[in-house]
């Protein structure tokens, strides 16, 4: 099964900093297969990023995703109030195995 | 719009089994290309993927708890199901039912709000 790695596991930022979340897979993914979730306290996530750098429909474009292989990040441009949360990444590859990273909280400094 | 609703008790003991449904209304559990899944999250932890099931009614489970679970659909229902069985306190946690549609990659783009589920004596 592929395992995903997220770093750091908490990113201590002020509003307007720039904000760059890693996702290191044990074994390559295919950039098709690789998302990004946000989710706030008390509900569901909710879908980010997909193909690793597709934005979903009504995210804003300070959301953005890159890598390829094993290393993908999420970068926020700079954090809204709005923002602060924690950040998964998530693997739907060839394996029958979907999984999570175990997640990047994102806090107020 | 698609909205998935999970139900079921949210207090099991432990050694029984956990029993969770999860209606879909706004669109066909049986038409298009979909996985419906269940993910589950103990308070504070990450997000684990329990399993999946295809349209088609094949099913996939995640290697750690495939010995306990199932997952069945009542396409009369509109509904699908997950089952676990021997449960422990760590079974504790919001279960969520999610479907993953096709878009460059398997998305899940429509999830339930979460059951909480607690084992406990």
């Known amino acids: 099964d592929i395992v995903l790695t997220q770093s750091p596991g908490t990113l201590s930022l002020s509003p307007g900093e720039r904000a760059t979340l890693s996702c290191r897979a044990s074994?390559?993914?295919?950039?098709?297969?690789l998302a990004w979730y946000q989710q706030k306290p008390g509900q569901a996530p909710r879908l980010l990023i997909y193909?690793?750098?597709s934005r979903a429909t009504g995210i804003p474009d300070r959301f953005s995703g890159s890598g390829s292989g094993t290393d993908f990040t999420l970068t926020i441009s700079r954090l809204e109030p709005e923002d602060f949360a924690v950040y998964y990444c998530?693997?739907?590859?060839?394996?029958?195995?979907?999984?999570f990273g175990q997640g990047t909280k994102v806090e107020i400094k | 719009q698609v909205q998935l609703q999970e139900s079921g008790p949210g207090l099991v003991k432990p050694s029984q089994t956990l029993s969770l449904s999860c209606t879909v209304s706004?669109?066909?559990?049986?038409?298009?290309?979909?996985?419906w899944n269940w993910i589950r999250q103990p308070a504070g932890k990450g997000l684990e993927w329990i399993g999946r099931?295809?349209?088609?009614?094949?099913?996939i489970y995640n290697p750690s708890l495939e010995s306990r679970v199932t997952i069945s659909v009542d396409m009369s229902k509109n509904q699908f199901s997950l089952k676990l069985k021997s449960v422990t306190a760590a079974d504790t946690a919001i279960y969520y039912c999610?479907?993953?549609?096709?878009?460059?990659?398997?998305?899940?783009?429509?999830w339930g709000q979460g059951a909480l589920v607690t084992v406990s004596s």
């Open positions: 999610a479907r993953a549609s096709w878009n460059d990659g398997w998305l899940f783009d429509y």
């Open positions: 706004g669109g066909s559990i049986s038409s298009g290309s979909y996985y």
């Open positions: 099931l295809y349209t088609s009614g094949s099913t």
């Open positions: 074994q390559s993914v295919s950039s098709t297969y």
């Open positions: 193909g690793a750098s």
């Open positions: 998530q693997q739907s590859g060839r394996s029958s195995t979907w999984t």
